[in-house]
């Protein structure tokens, strides 16, 4: 079975400083992760994904994810954070059959000036 | 318009009404979700629709019916719904990879509809 593990609710970091948001997954077969960040009383925006290929992605907003496959991770990194990077973010797997998708339980990120 | 539309946007009904949320998605995709977002729990998969054929049903209460008409538009229908119905409902769209298997495509979600169940 497919499935994305987010171990932080909440997550703290000074403007200006780097920030890290961490996702763990297991699935069955090859992984296509994604990375969505959501606005309070918004949808979720995509920022990026892994399919195949290099393991360090760069998606929007100056984000970037490494997948890391020995330690079967995706964690999101920024390395400037802004107070406007403030949101929730979901890390996500595609399953395995059907176009289905699983979220991790979501991550929120404060940025403090 | 672009990307994935919801309407309405917020809606506070009765538990005895009957109800329609509406997403209409103006990306050519093809396959078509509904979320429900709760306050402090998972974002909860309600049901996937793939080239209009319903291909997931996320055990969710019968007093929540989906249809999806064409590629671009998908209903859900409510009626004698309970206050713990009260939530986000969240419609995505993304491109499908093939009639099964995994998807390598991103979904579009639209802004969500804010359901006050009295």
């Known amino acids: 079975a497919q499935s994305v593990a987010q171990p932080e609710d909440q997550v703290n970091v000074a403007e200006g400083n780097p920030l890290t948001v961490k996702c763990t997954y297991s699935?069955?077969?090859?992984?296509?992760l994604f990375w969505y960040v959501q606005y309070p009383n918004r949808g979720l925006q995509f920022l990026l994904k892994?399919?195949?290929?290099?393991?360090l992605v760069k998606g929007s907003y100056g984000f970037e994810a490494e997948f890391n496959k020995s330690q079967t991770s995706f964690h999101l990194k920024k390395p400037s954070a802004l107070v406007s990077d403030s949101a929730l973010y979901f890390c996500?797997?595609?399953?395995?059959?059907?176009?289905?998708?699983?979220f991790g339980s979501g991550t929120k990120l404060n940025v403090k000036p | 318009e672009t990307g994935v539309t919801q309407t309405p946007r917020h809606l506070v009904m009765g538990m005895t009404n009957k109800k329609s949320l509406k997403c209409e998605q103006h990306?050519?995709?093809?396959?078509m979700y509904w979320y429900k977002q709760s306050a402090k729990k998972p974002l909860e998969l309600m049901f996937v629709?793939?080239?209009?054929?319903?291909?997931e049903n996320n055990s969710v209460p019968s007093r929540f019916s989906p249809e999806c008409p064409n590629s671009s538009h998908l209903f859900l229908h409510l009626h004698t719904l309970q206050p713990e119905d009260s939530a986000l409902y969240l419609c995505?769209?993304?491109?499908?990879?093939?009639?099964?298997?995994?998807?390598?495509?991103?979904?579009?979600f639209g802004p969500g509809t804010r359901l006050t169940v009295l």
């Open positions: 996500a797997v595609s399953g395995d059959n059907f176009n289905k998708f699983y």
């Open positions: 699935v069955s077969g090859n992984p296509y």
């Open positions: 629709y793939n080239f209009k054929e319903q291909t």
């Open positions: 990306l050519g995709h093809n396959a």
């Open positions: 995505a769209s993304s491109q499908a990879s093939g009639r099964g298997g995994a998807s390598y495509n991103e979904q579009f």
């Open positions: 892994y399919i195949t290929g290099d393991n």
